[in-house]
């Protein structure tokens, strides 16, 4: 590689072990850069604000969003791990059953089962006037509805 710019796109795409194998790399090589590319590394990975961030809540007046996916998978240790890596995330409360990841703008859980098409969790400020809603938390009302091709859909006002 040519440069330190080059050594950080490379190690910013490996998984954690294999990143630090590179960094070993480079420090023999250049111990003075590896210093510089951990630092990099460590400033961007660790950044907080990079992708998980529980979303803000919707107003009434909102327009309909995507707030949740769930997608069944039949691991769900492996499959929340390797999204998690994934997205630079912390997986919330895992059980052998369930995780949760959260985005800015996106719950994405997965839940044991056979693989089935993804349920999605929708902000929809009209819940009420489109079918018996149920309440969930506070004022919020849920509405659950299968969509002409099959798909769980979850309507959700806040």
């Known amino acids: 590689?040519?440069?330190?710019?080059?050594w950080f796109e490379y190690a910013l795409d490996l998984p954690p072990a294999e990143r630090a194998a590179a960094i070993a790399t480079l420090r023999s090589q250049d111990p003075g850069s590896a210093d510089q590319l951990e630092a990099m590394l460590a400033e961007c990975v660790s950044n907080p604000d990079f992708a998980c961030h529980a979303a803000a809540p919707?107003?009434?007046?909102?327009?309909?969003?995507v707030l949740g996916v769930t997608l069944t998978v039949p691991d769900v240790a492996a499959a929340?791990?390797?999204?998690?890596?994934?997205l630079r995330c912390r997986v919330e409360q895992p059980t052998a059953d369930v995780a949760t990841l959260r985005l800015p703008q996106l719950e994405?859980?997965?839940?044991?089962?056979e693989a089935t098409a993804p349920r999605l969790l929708v902000h929809h400020p009209d819940v009420i006037h489109l079918g018996a809603a149920t309440r969930t938390q506070g004022t919020a009302r849920e509405l659950a509805i299968v969509d002409p091709w099959g798909n769980a859909l979850?309507?959700?006002?806040?």
């Open 58 to 65: 919707a107003r009434a007046n909102d327009p309909p969003r």
């Open 108 to 113: 994405l859980r997965f839940v044991r089962g």
């Open 80 to 86: 929340a791990r390797w999204y998690s890596e994934l």
């Open 1 to 6: 590689m040519d440069g330190l710019d080059d």
């Open 154 to 158: 979850t309507l959700r006002s806040e």
